[in-house]
């Protein structure tokens, strides 16, 4: 970029109109310092001239007919494929503007292996075409009838449909609008759920069970064998209701997930300290709990594997582990990311389990 051809267009460029002008800096910018070889896309001269891309080729045909710029060395593109590539122009800046320069101008020129700038190459521009004015110039806005000012909406008309009194013009005096008090009696706590965030832990107390219900006590067998049930589906039927049946067993399994949640939280406020983990750490215990007891480990197990992990709330992963030590069987490892089933090996064997001697199996039913 050289600073000759920038001056040229922004103060001395004879241009008819504001397009013209920043057309010719934008090909400004990018020219030598004779105004040559100077190339910006139809795209660039639109956005910068903030107009359309068929006005640009307009001014351009306006800008050639006029001597302002024409069309130079093409092969000054050839670097840019040529189903993009635009048409270099050459600024033909006046060789008497250029004054005591010329000389640089022509010595850079020469490098180049270019002829210099002569009054022939190089002749005055013509100054821009005088504006045309507006056919009403001068001539004063004729009055209008009151009649045509109403229904256009003028000043001087009347609001026959607004409520606002015209009279009132301004002034710092509101409607009265009555006390700063709400009459619909302040927003309302739309939480629902009992479960608090791990930085407010739910407090202990009040008489509630700190351990899960045994799972014979729910009419299930212990030992972590059986298959968590699969969440119903919450399609909506034909009649277009979606489907809420919540049974009896599922409002006891909620209550005793958050009991245990509450009691193992104490537990690790005690031991561990106070919480430092992410904000959904106690909703995360609970689900935990819920699903162990839905897989029908007993509230034994389920408290030895959280001490085993020794965490507030440990992860799925380790949770799992745990489980499967509680209970003495190789748990089953779920696939990253998804939700753990909680199933050993009875549930799916990875080898043959032996056989229980009838002495184990009398100890086992004893154990109960």
Same mark, same amino acid.
């Given at each position: ?49 903030m ?118 013009? *301004? #002034? ?10 709400? /009459? %619909? ?5 739309? +939480? =629902? ?8 832990p ?59 949640a ?13 919480w430092?983990g992410?904000? *959904? #750490? ?10 162990? /007891? %839905?897989?029908?480990?007993a509230?034994? +197990? =389920? ?37 753990p ?28």
């Amino acid at each position: 970029m050289s600073l000759d051809p920038l001056l040229w267009a922004l103060k001395d460029s004879p241009t008819a109109d504001t397009f013209e002008r920043l057309i010719l800096i934008t090909f400004a910018e990018k020219a030598d310092s004779d105004g040559c070889n100077t190339y910006p896309s139809k795209a660039t001269l639109a956005k910068a001239a903030m107009c359309d891309e068929k006005t640009v080729g307009r001014k351009l045909a306006q800008l050639r007919q006029r001597g302002l710029i024409a069309e130079g060395d093409q092969s000054a593109a050839r670097h840019i494929p040529e189903r993009y590539r635009p048409v270099v122009y050459d600024l033909q800046i006046p060789l008497s503007w250029f004054g005591h320069r010329i000389d640089r101008v022509n010595e850079e020129r020469a490098q180049k292996g270019l002829p210099p700038l002569t009054a022939r190459s190089r002749p005055d521009i013509a100054p821009a075409p005088a504006r045309s004015r507006r056919s009403d110039y001068g001539r004063k806005r004729a009055e209008v009838d009151d009649e045509k000012a109403s229904s256009r909406g003028d000043l001087k008309s009347s609001d026959s449909q607004s409520p606002v009194d015209l009279e009132v013009r *301004g #002034g710092t005096e509101s409607p009265e609008r009555g006390d700063s008090q709400s /009459a %619909q009696g302040g927003l309302q706590d739309p +939480q =629902i759920a009992p479960i608090n965030l791990p930085g407010n832990p739910p407090p202990s107390g009040g008489g509630v069970d700190v351990h899960l219900q045994p799972a014979a006590e729910r009419g299930v067998p212990a030992g972590g064998d059986g298959k968590p049930s699969r969440p119903k589906s919450t399609k909506k039927d034909p009649a277009g209701r979606r489907r809420a049946t919540r049974t009896a067993e599922e409002e006891m399994l909620d209550q005793l997930a958050q009991a245990g949640a509450k009691a193992w939280w104490d537990h690790a406020q005690t031991e561990f300290g106070p919480w430092a983990g992410a904000k *959904g #750490g106690f909703p995360m215990l609970m689900g935990m709990i819920k699903r162990a /007891a %839905q897989a029908d480990y007993a509230k034994e +197990q =389920i408290w030895a594997a959280l001490v085993d992990c020794g965490r507030h709330v440990p992860s799925a992963q380790q949770f799992q582990v745990a489980l499967g030590k509680a209970v003495g069987k190789a748990v089953q490892q779920g696939r990253r990311g998804a939700v753990p089933m909680y199933d050993d090996a009875a549930s799916h064997p990875q080898q043959p389990a032996p056989q229980p001697t009838a002495d184990e199996l009398m100890n086992a039913l004893n154990s109960r």
